[in-house]
């Protein structure tokens, strides 16, 4: 089972920029399809973007296309997201999930998601 652990919240005003990363232990990331969802207080979480395992192919949410960056290391198993140009509506938790099937951004597809780092925008 693979064991995940998100950092790099934080505090930021309306148009900085964050970076998130989601470090793997338990298993190596290189075989996994891995997501980064969000879950803003009252909302159902979505997704954010996913990234294949070596990279080839990358979703992103409507939300998240031009400002947001989805890349992962496979040697430090690491992902990240890269975000910048942050609005207020992109304050949320950000959850980073694997998932060992096929590229989707189905969240029931997941099977393995890290604690959640809160991100706060401030206008």
């Known amino acids: 089972q693979v064991h995940l652990v998100e950092s790099g919240g934080g505090l930021v005003q309306a148009g900085g920029s964050l970076r998130l990363s989601c470090v793997a232990s338990g298993r190596t990331l290189s075989s996994y399809v891995m997501g980064w969802f969000r879950q803003a207080p009252g909302k159902e979480r979505e997704y954010v973007a996913v990234?294949?395992?070596?990279?080839?192919?990358?979703r992103y949410a409507d939300s998240a296309k031009g400002r947001f960056t989805i890349s992962r290391d496979n040697a430090k198993n690491t992902v990240y997201l890269q975000m910048s140009s942050l609005k207020p509506e992109d304050t949320a938790v950000y959850y980073c999930a694997a998932n060992s099937d096929t590229l989707t951004t189905m969240s029931s597809a997941f099977t393995a998601w890290g604690q959640g780092t809160q991100v706060t925008v401030s206008s």
């Open positions: 990234i294949s395992w070596n990279s080839g192919r990358i």
